[in-house]
C-alpha cells in the first residue's frame, strides 16, 4: 500500500473511532490500538509531510461539542497529552526536557491518570459558576448542573478555612477567588458495575468501561439521574491571572487545603528513574483504587520552566502520560456455558481455567455473542489470552497460537454458538440489527421465567426479598409458578412443607431449604405486603424491555394509571421525559400482547396499585444528603408519606430502627416512647418537625 493510501486509510479509521468516542461514548477498539495506529499516521505524517491531511487526528485534540448544551469558549484550551507505553520512549522525552532546559535541575511530579473526562471548572469570587467539557479544546459543554451533583467539589471556598490551612506552609500562598481548576470527572467502579447489572436486567447493552460511561452520564440531560450516579472527580490543575504560585506542588497542597479533591497518589521526584519507580509501583497496586486509571502522567513541577519548555498544537511538552499496556495472560479454555437472560437473550460466557489478571482470579470471561465466537475461532481446550477492558470486565481476545493443538483435534472441539436454546430447545432466533440469539419460548422457557420473577421481587420492584435464595427456582419446580401473577396465588397449605437440597455450585456443599411455618408465613407477608408497592414500582416490576426504575417513575408520574399508559400513542409516549423510540416502542409491544395483559388483570384482581398517588420525581436539594432518618409519631405538616418523600428527596436516607447508625430521629406527636428511651441511650440527636423542616 502507498504512503497516501496508508495516511488516508488512517486518518479516515481514526476520525471515525474519535467519533464514536467522543459523541456515542463507544469504543471500537481499545485505546491501546487507537493509540498504536495514531502513532503509525504521525510517523508517516513525519515521513511524508505533503501527505498530512488538514482533517488529521494527529494535529487536534480528539472531541466534539454536543447541540444539547450551551457551547462555552475556554479561557486557556484544554489540551491532550502525548503518550507513550514505553520505557524507552520515556527515557526520550526525559532527554528532550533536559535539553530544553539547557542543563538546568529539574523535578517531576508524577500523578495517576484517572480514566474519565477532563473537566474545567471556573470560580469566580470564591463561588463554582461554571462546569464545561474539554470538547474540541477550544470550546466545549456547559454541563454545569450536572457538575454540581459532585458531592466532593467545594460549591463555594471556604476562605477561613483555606487560609488557617495555608499560612503555616507558604507563609500565605492560599488560592485565590477568581480562577480555573482542572480535573478528572470519573464514575467510581462500583457505580458502574451496579448500572451494568441494572442495564442488564432491562435487557439493555452493558457498557464497556467506567470511563465511557462516566462520559455519558456527565452529558445526560436529567441531573437528577446524573446526582443518583454518585460520579467525582479528582482535581489536578489550577489555572488563575495572578500566579499565586511557583511550582505544581504547591498549587495541589494549596487546592487539598481549600477543601478540592486531590488524590493524594501524587509524588515528586527528582529524575527519570524516580519515574520509572512510580510507574513500577502503581502498576498493580492501582488496581486497588474505586475508580479506573490508565496510566501515569508526569509533569515537570515548576511553573515557569513549563513556561520555557511549551506547547505543541496538540499537547503541552512539559508534560506526558506513560500508559499501562493492558494485561493479558494465556489460559486454557475448558469449556463454553450459555446463559438465558430474562429477555430470551442467549450469552455466552467462557469458563476458564482460573488464572490472576489484574490482582483477582479470573475464571470465566465474557464472548459477547456468535460472531464474537466465530471471530474468535474458539475450540475447547485452547490456550486463550484473557485482558480485562477497561480494567473490570474480563473478556478473550484471541487465541493463543503459540500454544497451538493440531487441527483435527482442534476441529473436533470447535465452538459452535448453538441453535437451539439450552434451556428449552426451542430453536433460536436473531432480531435484525441486534448481535444476541434470543430464545422465543417466553412463557415456557424456565430461565425466562424464573429471571422475571426474579425482577419482579427485587428491592427495587416489589420488594418481596422473603422469597430469595433459591426459592423462586423450587415454587417453579412444584408447578406452583410460571408466571408472577402465580405469587398472589401461593396459600399457607400449598408451601408448608416443601423442601429440597441444594448444591452450592462452588463449594459443592450441600444446603437444606425447607418451607416451615414461619419461611411460609415471612413469604406471604412479604407477598401481602409488596400490594402497597406504587404504581412505579409495580410499573418497573412488569419487566417490560428498555423500561428502567427511573423510567417507570417518569412514565407513572406522566400517565397516572396503567389504562392511560396503555392507551398512549407512540408520539404521547415520546413526549415524556427520558423515554426514546426504543422504549416507545417497547411499550407498545408489551401491551399488544394478550399474554401481558391476562398477567396485569390477575395483578390487578390481586390488589397491586395500578394508579399513581404523589410521586417525587425530581430532587429536591442535597440538604440532607448521606444522613440517615427515623421519625416516630404523627406531624402536622407532613403524612407519613411525605414525609418519607422529602427525607427521600432532599438525599436523606430512610432507616428501619434506632441504632448508632441513624443520626436524626424526628419526634412527632404521640411519639413512641421505647424508641425516644434507646435513641436517648445511644445518643442520636431528636428533632421536632420545625428543626427537620429547617435542614431542608
Ligand atoms: N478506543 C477508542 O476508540 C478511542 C478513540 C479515541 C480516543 N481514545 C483514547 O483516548 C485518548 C485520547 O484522549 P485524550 O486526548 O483525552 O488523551 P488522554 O485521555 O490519553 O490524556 C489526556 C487526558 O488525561 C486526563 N488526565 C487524567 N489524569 C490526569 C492528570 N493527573 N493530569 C492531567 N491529565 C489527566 C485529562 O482528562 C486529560 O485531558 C487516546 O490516546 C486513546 O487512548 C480511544
Ligand atoms: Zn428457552
Not at 476562605?159 to 464514575?187: D, P, V, Y
Not at 497496586?285 to 479506573?292: G, P, V, Y
Amino acid at each position: 500500500m502507498s504512503a497516501q493510501a496508508r495516511i488516508d486509510e488512517l486518518t479516515e479509521l481514526l476520525n471515525h473511532y474519535n467519533d464514536r468516542y467522543y459523541q456515542d461514548a463507544v469504543s471500537e477498539v481499545s485505546d491501546q490500538e487507537f493509540d498504536f495506529l495514531l502513532k503509525e499516521l504521525e510517523t508517516l505524517e513525519a515521513q511524508n509531510p505533503t501527505l498530512k491531511r488538514p482533517d488529521s487526528p494527529s494535529h487536534r485534540v480528539g472531541g466534539t461539542i454536543t447541540k444539547s448544551f450551551e457551547t462555552v469558549v475556554h479561557k486557556y484550551p484544554m489540551l491532550s497529552l502525548s503518550n507513550t507505553y514505553s520505557e524507552d520512549e520515556l527515557r526520550d522525552w526525559d532527554d528532550r526536557i533536559k535539553k530544553g532546559l539547557n542543563g538546568a535541575s529539574y523535578e517531576y511530579i508524577c500523578e495517576i491518570k484517572f480514566d474519565g473526562i477532563s473537566l474545567s471548572l471556573t470560580y469566580e469570587n470564591g463561588v463554582l459558576v461554571r462546569g464545561v467539557t474539554r470538547g474540541d479544546g477550544t470550546q466545549g459543554d456547559d454541563i454545569t448542573t450536572n457538575i454540581k451533583t459532585l458531592r466532593t467539589l467545594p460549591l463555594k471556598i471556604n476562605q477561613k478555612k483555606t487560609n488557617t490551612a495555608q499560612t503555616n506552609l507558604f507563609g500565605g500562598s492560599t488560592i485565590g477567588q477568581n480562577f480555573e481548576i482542572r480535573g478528572e470527572g470519573f464514575m467510581p467502579n462500583e457505580v458502574f458495575e451496579r448500572i451494568n447489572l441494572e442495564r442488564e436486567d432491562i435487557g439493555e447493552d452493558k457498557l464497556a468501561n467506567p470511563r465511557n460511561a462516566a462520559a455519558g452520564t456527565f452529558k445526560m440531560q436529567d441531573s437528577g439521574v446524573v446526582a443518583s450516579r454518585n460520579l467525582d472527580c479528582y482535581i489536578y490543575q489550577y489555572l488563575s491571572e495572578n500566579d499565586e504560585f511557583k511550582t505544581h506542588e504547591e498549587s495541589l497542597i494549596a487546592l487539598k487545603n481549600a477543601g478540592f479533591n486531590v488524590s493524594e497518589s501524587y509524588k515528586k521526584v527528582n529524575d527519570i528513574e524516580g519515574v520509572i519507580a512510580y510507574i513500577n509501583e502503581w502498576s498493580e497496586k492501582r488496581h486497588s483504587l474505586k475508580c479506573a486509571t490508565d496510566g501515569i502522567v508526569i509533569k515537570i513541577n515548576d511553573y515557569a520552566q513549563r513556561e520555557d519548555l511549551g506547547f505543541t498544537a496538540k499537547s503541552p511538552r512539559w508534560a506526558i502520560a506513560y500508559k499501562y499496556k493492558a494485561e493479558s495472560k494465556s489460559t486454557e479454555l475448558l469449556g463454553v456455558t450459555y446463559q438465558v437472560g430474562r429477555t430470551g437473550a442467549i450469552t455466552p460466557v467462557a469458563e476458564l481455567k482460573p488464572v490472576e489478571l489484574s490482582m483477582t482470579t479470573v475464571r470465566r470471561a465474557t464472548l459477547h455473542n456468535a460472531d464474537e465466537i466465530k471471530r474468535l475461532g474458539l475450540s475447547i481446550g485452547d490456550q486463550v489470552f484473557v485482558e480485562k477492558a477497561g480494567e473490570i470486565i474480563p473478556k478473550v481476545t484471541g487465541v493463543d497460537t503459540s500454544k497451538l493443538r493440531d487441527e483435527a483435534t482442534r476441529e473436533s472441539s470447535k465452538v459452535c454458538f448453538p441453535t437451539n436454546c439450552p434451556a428449552c430447545n426451542s430453536e433460536l432466533y436473531r432480531n435484525e440489527g441486534e448481535a444476541a440469539y434470543y430464545c422465543p419460548n417466553e412463557m415456557g422457557c424456565p430461565p425466562q421465567i424464573k429471571g422475571r420473577i426474579e425482577h419482579f421481587i427485587q428491592r427495587k420492584a416489589m420488594n418481596i426479598d422473603s422469597l430469595g435464595e433459591g426459592k423462586i427456582e423450587i415454587l417453579m419446580e412444584q408447578g406452583l409458578v410460571s408466571d408472577v401473577s402465580d405469587l398472589y396465588k401461593l396459600s399457607f397449605e400449598s408451601l408448608l412443607g416443601i423442601e429440597k437440597v441444594h448444591i452450592d455450585e462452588n463449594t459443592g456443599k450441600e444446603r437444606k431449604v425447607s418451607f416451615k411455618e414461619k419461611t411460609v408465613q415471612n413469604i406471604l407477608d412479604g407477598i401481602e405486603n409488596s400490594k402497597n408497592q406504587p404504581f412505579s414500582k409495580v410499573l418497573f416490576a412488569l419487566g417490560i424491555r428498555f423500561v428502567g426504575e427511573t423510567t417507570a417513575q417518569k412514565l407513572a408520574a406522566y400517565f397516572k394509571t396503567q389504562e392511560a399508559l396503555q392507551a398512549a400513542s407512540f408520539d404521547e409516549l415520546r413526549t415524556v421525559p427520558d423515554v426514546g423510540e426504543k422504549v416507545a416502542q417497547s411499550l407498545q409491544l408489551y401491551f399488544k400482547e394478550d399474554k401481558n395483559l391476562k398477567i396485569i388483570e390477575n395483578l390487578k384482581l390481586a390488589g397491586l396499585k395500578f394508579e399513581a398517588e404523589n410521586i417525587v420525581l425530581e430532587k429536591e436539594s442535597e440538604a440532607l444528603m448521606g444522613k440517615a432518618f427515623l421519625y416516630t409519631g404523627t406531624f402536622e405538616s407532613f403524612s407519613r408519606e411525605e414525609l418519607e418523600q422529602k427525607i427521600d428527596s432532599n438525599g436523606g436516607k430512610l432507616v428501619s430502627g434506632v441504632s448508632k447508625k441513624l443520626d436524626f430521629l424526628i419526634v412527632g406527636e404521640g411519639a413512641g416512647p421505647s424508641k425516644l428511651k434507646k435513641a436517648e441511650d445511644l445518643g442520636v440527636k431528636m428533632i421536632n418537625e420545625e428543626e427537620f423542616k429547617a435542614m431542608l
